[in-house]
């Protein structure tokens, strides 16, 4: 509103033409994203359609701007409306909660897509702001995708450690015992390292990194606990030494 009262003000002709056209403006762009989005439930059917935004801004620039005064930073007004078009259409995928426990990898795809979306508004040559709010909309949501990164480590975890038996149930033998577990265990989160890093970056992944390495210390922990108990009791001895690996 404070925008739009800015414009009328240096403009000389009927002020409340000007606050209509900005109205109309406002209302043909809205209508234009529901059109476009009618019936899409699924946020990549989404997102795959939002492309449109890029050529639509395209022709703005082209062929309405040259028909404006620059005091009316007409381009300016599209590209801000264009933007909260986007975000009430992407916020509410982001607040379906129910949604994301069933599938937190939502979260991910829609940070990489706002990632390549803005960065070929760039290359179209828009200097466009960020999707700030939207951005804070996934980090708040992130926890979702963290606990779900979580869980994954902890099922492979518990399924590797019972498959590796020779550790997992040690005789009361002095002797070294060779065991696989620890380079499952890089293999598996390399996997997911390699995934991860080229969807996300900066304090993103760096939050992912915590969740992986605070889940094998509480793992390291219990588990070198539960050896130590089994020997103890069963041979007394109260000193082993573990190596660990990779």
Known sequence: AVKVVQRQEVYSGNDTSVADMWTSIQNGIRERFDKKLNGLQEVDQVVEKIAFCVEDLLIVFELLVPLFPETFAIFSFYETQYKVQIEQKIVPFIQDIDKLKENPGILIFLYNWLEGYEKLLLRA???INHFESLRDQLKKSMPY?????????????DRAQKLDAALYQPEPVFHAYK?????????????Q???LSSQVTGETL??????WLTQLQTFVANYSKGIIEFV???TGLALMVIVINN
Not at 179 to 191: C, S, Y
Not at 206 to 211: G, N, P
């Open 125 to 127: 040559g828009f200097a």
């Open 145 to 157: 995708f963290e606990n779900h990164l979580k869980s994954l480590l902890v099922e492979f975890l």
């Open 179 to 191: 065991t696989n577990l620890p380079d499952d265990i890089a293999l598996f989160l390399n996997q």
């Open 193 to 195: 390292i390699q995934f």
């Open 206 to 211: 760096l939050r992912f990194f915590s969740v």
């Open 232 to 234: 103890r009791k069963e």
